[in-house]
């Protein structure tokens, strides 16, 4: 995803420079830069938008310092706007509940589905790490799965009881009547034995989110950020969730912390006794004059 969406940012930048008459891969003036960066704005660009757009942008300008294409980065006295922080989007523990045991119907494909939902949420990770998975990834003894993650880093993951006996069922029951007798080394397959799309797993995960009588929007990333704020919730550390997620920075598995007290300060401004105008039981907000 992170990839992609750098390759769609840098494509924006180079439309810019072409209509400028300038060139992607040599020196650019840091005012045009900045004019670009303005632009974007002007379109009304969200500020995360812009942050991961300048992002792409460095990194596309090391590597030209670094190939001795240019002298220096335009963005080199630039400094990063302040984002605001933006809270992770989370199922709360009833809708996982509904979601995972949402009832599979009679079609091989829809056993598939439940497995992966199961799987996402029990390992937290991200959907382009589910949908290549392979079968050499999952030790069902040790009740675990290898995940190579960003930057191609392997972590491993438990899985827990849940995920692993419905693991075994799918691979020695339903994987082989997806197959048809074909050979394929990609853990969850579709009819033609190939391996599911990130978009198709959206639509698959939006598909069951209806069936169990979830409205909220939902995508696969909310999952992966359920994982954390229950583990979270639930007393896990911080530097184990970090590795669980496969987080380089702890700075960026803090955000759930984030959550977790937005959550408690609503708790308490609900239930505590002195909070200003809410009334305790049996005691009388005002006196009556003798």
Request: include cysteine.
């Amino acid at each position: 995803n992170t990839l992609e969406s750098y390759r769609r940012d840098l494509l924006r930048l180079q439309r810019y420079l072409l209509s400028h008459r300038l060139s992607i891969g040599a020196f650019v003036p840091p005012h045009t830069i900045r004019s670009f960066l303005a632009t974007l704005k002007h379109e009304a660009l969200a500020a995360s938008s812009i942050a991961r757009l300048l992002s792409a942008m460095r990194g596309w300008y090391r590597f030209l310092v670094r190939e001795h294409l240019v002298e220096t980065s335009p963005l080199r006295d630039m400094t990063a706007a302040h984002r605001p922080v933006r809270l992770p989007k989370t199922l709360t523990h009833q809708e996982i509940t509904a979601l995972l045991e949402l009832p599979a119907r009679g079609r091989a494909e829809d056993q598939r589905d439940r497995v992966m939902l199961e799987l996402l949420y029990a390992a937290g990770l991200r959907v382009s790490e589910l949908v290549g998975l392979s079968l050499s990834q999952i030790d069902v003894n040790l009740g675990c799965v290898r995940v190579v993650g960003k930057g191609a880093k392997e972590r491993v993951v438990p899985i827990g009881q849940t995920a692993v006996k419905m693991l075994v069922d799918y691979v020695e029951h339903v994987r082989p009547v997806l197959l048809k007798g074909r050979s394929s080394r990609v853990l969850f397959i579709s009819r033609r034995g190939r391996g599911l799309t990130r978009q198709a797993f959206w639509k698959l995960l939006l598909q069951r989110a209806r069936r169990a009588g979830i409205s909220k929007s939902i995508s696969p990333h909310m999952l992966r950020h359920s994982f954390a704020t229950h583990l979270l919730e639930g007393g896990a550390d911080l530097r184990v969730v970090q590795s669980l997620l496969g987080h380089a920075d702890i700075a960026t598995t803090q955000i759930y912390t984030h959550v977790e007290g937005s959550r408690l300060r609503h708790v308490h401004r609900r239930y505590f006794p002195r909070q200003r105008g809410r009334r305790r039981p049996g005691v009388e907000t005002s006196t009556k004059r003798k």
